[in-house]
């Protein structure tokens, strides 16, 4: 298997240049595009890596999911279905989804910025400070790693430049989605796309999801199979923003990927696979990123389709 991932990151390496850093965000336009590394987390307990698995980037719109998985254990399946829905809007990640002078669920989903920064006034906690450490605990148990922190630099980066996102916020507060301090529900969002993750960490956390919401390594259950199911049809749909139907037919498997330049995908009861690489393409997807997995999912016929 380390032999596999050493020559599939060589064989894609020629795809890392084709694409370029987020830079609406300024912190992120730092990115190395010559980085790229993935890292496995195996159900039999074993994991495997190569290239850049140990360089930390921040988590982006990778901790959608994670984010959901809190708001599905806070509040239910029902109460997230009828307030965030879960139909793809096949639109960016970002649009401003509003049709004839009205906003409602149907505009929204789990994996799109309006439905994240509703989430974020969802989950439990008595302001948005508790909220977001709630976050990141639950992110630090999945990864099985207790040092994932903020990258303080990425987050005040976002916050100074995040105009869009306060334009979506105030909307979902025009049409009386959200209540309470804009400014304050965005400071959690905010610190949820700045964690700091590896791709090691990203294979853990979706090896739980292809776990059905066991540990990696206790297999110890950290949460409901239910929410592992919702998670992972939701991926599948609309994880890779509206690149996600291409996704479907190339890699054939429930995946998420942030404008930090991961993606984590998740390969049912087999493997959880972390990847890294910063060169994006126009809809925000690591180019070479996308390759690595399409390689692997063919040599290990991991499609689920
Ligand atoms: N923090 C980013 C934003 O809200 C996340 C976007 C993404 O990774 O898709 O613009």
Do not use: W
């Not at 776990?211 to 919702?230: C, I, T, V």
Request: proline residues 5%; glycine residues 10%.
């Amino acid at each position: 298997m380390e032999a596999l991932l050493e020559k599939i990151i060589k064989d894609c390496a020629p795809y890392k240049t084709l694409g370029r850093p987020a830079s609406y965000i300024p912190e992120l336009a730092n990115g190395d595009i010559n980085d790229l590394g993935i890292y496995v987390t195996c159900s039999d307990g074993q994991s495997f890596m190569a290239g850049d698995a140990l360089k930390p980037f921040t988590i982006q719109s990778i901790v959608k999911p994670i984010l959901l998985l809190l708001c599905l254990m806070d509040n239910g399946p029902d109460l997230v279905r009828d307030k965030i829905g879960v139909e793809a809007t096949g639109k960016p990640f970002d649009a401003i989804n509003v049709t004839e002078g009205s906003l409602s669920s149907s505009h929204l989903n789990p994996m799109v910025n309006m439905g994240a920064i509703l989430m974020c006034t969802m989950i439990k906690g008595r302001d948005s400070g508790e909220r977001f450490s709630r976050l990141l605990e639950l992110t630090r148990l999945l990864a099985d790693n207790p040092s994932v922190e903020l990258d303080q630099k990425v987050y005040l980066s976002e916050k100074q430049t995040g105009s869009k996102n306060r334009a979506l916020a105030y909307l979902l507060k025009t049409y009386g989605m959200i209540d309470g301090d804009v400014e304050e529900i965005l400071d959690c969002y905010f610190k949820a796309c700045s964690i700091k993750v590896t791709c090691k960490d990203l294979a853990n956390i979706a090896f739980t999801f292809a776990n059905r919401g066991r540990h990696p390594l206790s297999d110890k259950r950290l949460f409901p199979a239910e929410y592992a199911h919702f998670v992972n049809a939701v991926l599948v749909t609309c994880g890779m923003y509206d690149g996600s139907g291409d996704f479907a037919v190339k890699v054939g498997v429930p995946a998420k990927s942030g404008v930090g330049g991961g993606i984590m995908a998740v390969s049912p009861t087999k493997m959880g696979i972390g990847i890294f690489s910063p060169g994006l393409d126009s809809k925000g997807n690591s180019i070479a990123g996308i390759k690595v997995l399409e390689q692997l999912s063919k040599e290990m016929y991991l499609s689920i389709f």
